[in-house]
């Protein structure tokens, strides 16, 4: 009787342990979901922070739309650059999408703003828009996410909306697998370099890529695009960057490889007068050095008519202009950031310093950005003695309330 009894006790006390560990187990997984498993944004450096900054995505209701070609051939037009611009970014997916798209255009309508910018590659490598342009639909980076850019295109313009195409120059994914050639390489064993993420870069001192961005602008504003907007442009900023074959002839330096492509897009664009601007990181209005990545202010504003630096407050490190955190700071950062770019353009020979034309943060990193700390960064740009500026955010949802509806002011 009694090893009975201690039988029937050793098998309770068994399903009780196996209970109550299925239960830590489950316990674990919840938390684990709950704490941890969430997309975290960190600042342990100035430069792997500006890597973090959002980028675009695709709404999931958002399938690429059938081809379809209108009855009449839809005019080319283009509109003059304003003596301001106030512009919202569209990812390729939202400018696709009348259900996403039209609300933003209203926005426009209704409110200060005057310009948009809409990726024509965006950071994947792949191109928006569906185009005739055979070269570039031979190398199969064409993805027809908006199926008639030119309608689209000229319905803007009757709205007098200025449109500014924006091409993610040497971050591009799909090229590189299609072009390993073309790629950045590591100087270990010469295969793609990728970063932390796994991303790959185009080769800045590739004349091929060189070719191929400018194809690629020249139907952009073939088909209406009002100016070309160049972001991406830089070596990588993370991962094993010791590692990379910067392709360096004796006595050049990244930013040298830049300048020269930088050139050559000046020389090729502006025979058909087309209007650029540049894309460069926040921190380059304050430092002398190209941080690694090639990018020098003085060595991108002579090539281009505008000149964007990425002065969003959630990005720069703590500390930087004696915040803890800078993302709280809006105006003052950002106040600080476009006098030192104002300081770099005068001390340049024939450079206006209306060429800056600063990106602001229209986005919850660091802070939640609320209308009173977008309005903030505008007057730090506006107090600066500047007048135009450009809103990202990567899911495309401003705040309206951050916008004067009087679009004469």
Same mark, same amino acid.
């Given at each position: 009787m009694a090893s009975k009894v201690i039988k029937m006790l050793s098998k309770k006390n068994?399903?009780?342990?196996?209970?109550v560990t299925l239960a830590f187990i489950i316990c674990g997984v919840i938390i684990y979901f709950i704490f941890f498993n969430s997309i975290k944004y960190t600042t342990h450096s100035a430069i792997s922070?500006?890597?973090d900054v959002p980028q675009s995505s695709k709404p999931s209701d958002i399938t690429i739309p059938p081809i379809s070609q209108p009855p009449t051939p839809v005019p080319v037009t283009h509109i003059q650059t304003p003596n301001y611009v106030k512009a @919202?970014?569209?990812?390729?997916? @939202?400018?696709?999408?009348?259900? #996403?798209?039209?609300?933003?255009?209203?926005?426009?309508?209704?409110?200060?703003? =005057?310009s948009i910018v809409i990726d024509i590659k965006d950071s994947t490598g792949r191109i928006g828009y569906i185009t005739d342009n055979q070269d570039l639909n031979r190398i199969g980076s064409v993805q027809g996410r908006i199926p008639n850019i030119r309608s689209l295109i000229n319905?803007?313009?009757?709205? =007098?909306?200025? @449109?500014?195409?924006?091409?993610?120059?040497?971050?591009?994914?799909?090229?590189?697998?299609?072009? %390993? &050639? *073309?790629?950045i390489v590591k100087n270990s064993d010469g295969k793609v370099w990728k970063d932390n993420k796994g991303l790959s870069f185009l080769d800045p001192a590739n004349q091929d890529v060189w070719k191929y961005i400018v194809s690629i602008a020249l139907d952009a504003h073939s088909e209406g695009f009002d100016e070309i907007n160049f972001d991406y442009i830089r070596y990588p900023s993370?991962? =094993?960057?010791?590692?990379?074959? #910067?392709?360096?002839? %004796? !006595?050049?330096?990244?930013?040298? =490889?830049? &300048?020269?492509?930088?050139?050559?897009?000046?020389?090729?664009?502006?025979?058909?007068?087309?209007?650029?601007?540049?894309?460069?990181? !926040?921190?380059?209005?304050?430092?002398?050095?190209?941080?690694?990545?090639?990018?020098?202010?003085?060595k991108t504003l002579p090539y281009f008519d505008f000149v964007s630096p990425m002065v969003y407050p959630s990005h720069y490190p703590s500390g930087q202009y004696g915040f803890k955190n800078p993302a709280d700071h809006p105006y003052e950062v950002i106040?600080?950031?476009?006098?030192?770019?104002?300081?770099?353009?005068?001390?340049?020979?024939?450079?206006?310093?209306?060429?800056?034309?600063? *990106?602001?943060?229209?986005?919850?990193?660091?802070?939640? #950005?609320?209308?009173?700390?977008?309005r903030l960064e505008m007057q730090a740009v506006y107090d600066s003695g500047l007048n135009s500026w450009m809103l990202w955010d990567p899911k495309n949802k401003y705040t309206p309330s951050a916008l004067k509806l009087d679009i004469n002011q």
């Amino acid at each position: 009787m009694a090893s009975k009894v201690i039988k029937m006790l050793s098998k309770k006390n068994l399903k009780i342990f196996l209970l109550v560990t299925l239960a830590f187990i489950i316990c674990g997984v919840i938390i684990y979901f709950i704490f941890f498993n969430s997309i975290k944004y960190t600042t342990h450096s100035a430069i792997s922070s500006l890597e973090d900054v959002p980028q675009s995505s695709k709404p999931s209701d958002i399938t690429i739309p059938p081809i379809s070609q209108p009855p009449t051939p839809v005019p080319v037009t283009h509109i003059q650059t304003p003596n301001y611009v106030k512009a @919202v970014y569209l990812s390729s997916w @939202v400018a696709g999408s009348p259900k #996403y798209r039209d609300p933003i255009i209203k926005l426009i309508d209704d409110t200060e703003l =005057n310009s948009i910018v809409i990726d024509i590659k965006d950071s994947t490598g792949r191109i928006g828009y569906i185009t005739d342009n055979q070269d570039l639909n031979r190398i199969g980076s064409v993805q027809g996410r908006i199926p008639n850019i030119r309608s689209l295109i000229n319905t803007l313009h009757q709205k =007098n909306i200025y @449109v500014i195409g924006r091409i993610a120059v040497f971050q591009d994914p799909y090229m590189t697998k299609i072009k %390993p &050639e *073309w790629s950045i390489v590591k100087n270990s064993d010469g295969k793609v370099w990728k970063d932390n993420k796994g991303l790959s870069f185009l080769d800045p001192a590739n004349q091929d890529v060189w070719k191929y961005i400018v194809s690629i602008a020249l139907d952009a504003h073939s088909e209406g695009f009002d100016e070309i907007n160049f972001d991406y442009i830089r070596y990588p900023s993370d991962g =094993n960057i010791q590692d990379i074959n #910067y392709h360096l002839t %004796p !006595g050049k330096t990244r930013s040298d =490889n830049l &300048e020269s492509f930088f050139k050559y897009l000046s020389l090729e664009l502006k025979k058909d007068n087309i209007t650029m601007s540049a894309d460069l990181f !926040g921190l380059t209005t304050t430092t002398n050095d190209d941080m690694g990545i090639g990018q020098l202010w003085e060595k991108t504003l002579p090539y281009f008519d505008f000149v964007s630096p990425m002065v969003y407050p959630s990005h720069y490190p703590s500390g930087q202009y004696g915040f803890k955190n800078p993302a709280d700071h809006p105006y003052e950062v950002i106040s600080k950031a476009l006098q030192s770019a104002i300081k770099k353009t005068k001390a340049m020979q024939d450079q206006d310093i209306h060429k800056i034309r600063p *990106w602001l943060q229209d986005f919850d990193l660091g802070a939640v #950005y609320t209308k009173d700390k977008v309005r903030l960064e505008m007057q730090a740009v506006y107090d600066s003695g500047l007048n135009s500026w450009m809103l990202w955010d990567p899911k495309n949802k401003y705040t309206p309330s951050a916008l004067k509806l009087d679009i004469n002011q």
